[in-house]
Nanobody, 121 residues
Framework: QVQLVESGGGLVQAGGSLRLSCVCP??????YAWFRQAPGKEREFAAA????????KYADSVLGRFTISRDNLKNTVYLQMNDLKPEDTAAYYC????????????????WGQGTQVTVSS
């Protein structure tokens, strides 16, 4: 109901690509984001975008390799991940807010269950 649903994770070799999808409820969210969390590490910001597609933001670690986008008609947010590295291995979470979201987990009220991305060397 209120949860977002991620999909598209899997096991890939270094240098490969994956496209994550996040199906969102039919709701007027202001901004969407992708976070990731590796075992033993804090959840970190990866990318964010407004529902209009404006103001895309990326963490330095993924800039130039990841692209966040959205399809309003399908209520879906995507994260295209290219040139994947073992360091990208983590559980990836989609998040959304009806207010203002920056790069902090606390900025987002709605979350998905996560999808695992594993990159082998």
């Amino acid at each position: 109901q209120v949860q977002l649903v991620e999909s598209g994770g899997g096991l890939v070799q270094a240098g490969g690509s994956l496209r994550l999808s996040c199906v969102c409820p039919a709701r007027n969210f202001s901004r969407y984001a992708w976070f990731r969390q590796a075992p033993g590490k804090e959840r970190e910001f990866a990318a964010a975008i407004s529902w209009s597609g404006a103001d895309p933001k990326y963490a330095d670690s993924v800039l130039g390799r990841f692209t966040i986008s959205r399809d309003n008609l399908k209520n879906t947010v995507y994260l295209q991940m290219n040139d994947l590295k073992p360091e990208d291995t983590a559980a990836y979470y989609c998040a959304a807010t009806i207010a203002y979201g920056r790069t902090f987990s606390s900025d987002y009220e709605y979350w998905g269950q996560g999808t695992q991305v594993t990159v082998s060397s």
